[in-house]
């Protein structure tokens, strides 16, 4: 079992920049891929960027491709989103997820899921 919070969202002007953070617990360590996720009002849930258990590898959705930056440390067992460039139609509450399949960017691919946090980008 692992055990996932986020923290680090906010307000934000457009063009500004967020930092969240994924606090993991339990079974932790280098084990699992791990991913962001957002869910804007009335959509589904959409994949943002995934990170091999290593930290080497990284995916990223076309849309915010070259403004985010996914990153991991695991001797703290926490994994980043270094968010910039922030536009509107990034606002939604975003998720932390676990997976044990490698460049994981489904939905069903996670196990485990953390709570959220609310990322809101004003115009």
């Known amino acids: 079992q692992v055990q996932l919070v986020e923290s680090g969202g906010g307000l934000v002007q457009a063009g500004g920049s967020l930092r969240l953070s994924c606090a993991a617990s339990g079974r932790t360590g280098s084990y699992y891929t791990m991913g962001w996720f957002r869910q804007a009002p009335g959509k589904e849930r959409e994949f943002v960027a995934t990170?091999?258990?290593?930290?080497?590898?990284?995916y990223y959705a076309d849309s915010v491709k070259g403004r985010f930056t996914i990153s991991r440390d695991n001797g703290k067992n926490t994994m980043y989103l270094q968010m910039n460039s922030l536009k509107p139609e990034d606002t939604a509450v975003y998720y932390c997820?676990?997976?044990?399949?490698?460049?994981?960017?489904?939905?069903?691919?996670?196990?485990?899921w953390g709570q959220g946090t609310q990322v809101t980008v004003s115009s």
């Open positions: 997820a676990a997976s044990v399949y490698t460049s994981a960017t489904m939905t069903r691919q996670y196990s485990y």
């Open positions: 990170i091999s258990s290593a930290g080497d590898v990284t």
